[in-house]
């Protein structure tokens, strides 16, 4: 199969991360908001809950990210909730533990696209970054800014996760070589 080309659709994950959804005393509208969004979209959703506890974000994120193909890994990890000020809205940096570089510029989008609406969305602590082949952006907690969080970049999406998941062609003289090439001296 190349690059984005995927049998039903790209699989994602959808993290929600919440105490109170976690312990069954609310119901998880953001994550089933952003569920729906990326069905219209063509991705084949996952959704997990956890509490806002710092490891476990961490180790779903990773967990998701470093799964065999077929067996539950992620092309695309979507987390929403805990960007916040709070502090249980450890998101960000639980994100920072899993990710192996971050992409500043799809965060700096998203809160360009809510600053359109709310002077708030400068208060979302929201991340954006790879681990592997697997992108994971942080979305805030509320249906509505997860869903335009999610707007804001969406566009971009596909592109950002075929030039993660290779062939990475950037030197073929002799430099990086592409993916599941040999480069000299292996």
């Given at each position: 199969m190349t690059a984005g080309a995927h049998a039903g659709g790209r699989p994602a994950l959808v993290?929600?991360?919440?105490?109170?959804?976690?312990?069954?005393?609310?119901?998880?509208?953001?994550?089933?908001?952003?569920?729906?969004?990326?069905v219209r979209h063509g991705y084949v959703v996952t959704r997990a809950v956890v509490a806002d506890d710092r490891a476990a974000i961490a180790a779903a994120i990773a967990a998701a990210a470093d799964a065999p193909?077929?067996?539950?890994?992620?092309?695309?990890?979507?987390?929403?909730?805990?960007?916040?000020?709070?502090?249980?809205d450890v998101t960000p940096e639980a994100t920072l533990d899993a990710?192996?570089?971050?992409?500043?510029?799809?965060?700096?989008?998203?809160?360009?696209?809510?600053?359109?609406?709310?002077?708030?969305?400068d208060l979302s602590r929201a991340i954006v970054g790879a681990r592997g082949a697997t992108l994971v952006v942080n979305l805030p907690g509320s249906p509505r800014g997860?869903?335009?969080?999610?707007?804001?970049?969406?566009?971009v999406?596909?592109?950002?996760?075929?030039?993660?998941?290779?062939?990475?062609?950037?030197?073929?003289?002799?430099?990086?070589?592409?993916?599941?090439?040999?480069?000299?001296?292996e």
């Open positions: 993290l929600t991360v919440s105490d109170g959804v976690a312990a069954g005393v609310r119901e998880d509208a953001s994550g089933a908001a952003v569920a729906e969004r990326l193909d077929g067996a539950g890994r992620a092309d695309l990890v979507v987390t929403t909730g805990g960007t916040g000020l709070t502090p249980r990710i192996d570089r971050a992409v500043p510029g799809l965060a700096e989008a998203m809160r360009a696209a809510g600053r359109a609406r709310t002077p708030m969305a997860a869903v335009e969080s999610l707007a804001a970049i969406e566009a999406l596909p592109h950002a996760l075929d030039t993660l998941a290779g062939p990475y062609d950037h030197d073929r003289r002799g430099g990086t070589p592409a993916r599941g090439e040999k480069g000299s001296g």
